[in-house]
């Protein structure tokens, strides 16, 4: 079962960009999709968005449609999600998941991950 260790999160102004990373290891990368989620002060956690094994497509929650965009590095074994024009409703607590499988599917529901990290924290300031 691979592990997922996230970084890069961190304090950042409104209109600023942060990205994250999620180092995989003890698992073979490449047979697993990805996905991005948060849960912000007060809230449930939510989807924010997916990449499928191959890297080959993405989704993203519409909330973060045209500023966030998912990718991953197979060599690296560590998927990325880079942050553009923040806002404060970004601020939560993020995690990557992952979920092994031998479609080529993104998947954007928390209960369809067995793997998680520990989260690493975004605080965007106005």
């Known amino acids: 079962q691979v592990q997922l260790v996230e970084s890069g999160g961190g304090l950042a102004q409104a209109g600023g960009s942060l990205r994250l990373s999620c180092a995989a290891s003890?698992?073979?990368?490449?047979?697993?999709?990805m996905g991005w989620f948060r849960r912000p002060p007060g809230k449930e956690r939510e989807f924010v968005a997916a990449i499928t094994r191959s890297g080959g497509a993405t989704y993203y929650a519409d909330s973060v449609k045209g500023r966030f965009t998912a990718s991953r590095d197979t060599i690296k074994s560590t998927a990325y999600l880079q942050m553009n024009s923040l806002r404060p409703e970004d601020t939560a607590v993020y995690y990557c998941?992952?979920?092994?499988?031998?479609?080529?599917?993104?998947?954007?529901?928390?209960?369809?991950?067995?793997?998680w990290g520990q989260g690493t924290q975004v605080t965007v300031s106005s």
């Open positions: 003890g698992g073979t990368f490449s047979s697993y999709a």
């Open positions: 998941a992952a979920r092994q499988t031998t479609s080529n599917n993104y998947y954007t529901s928390t209960g369809l991950y067995p793997v």
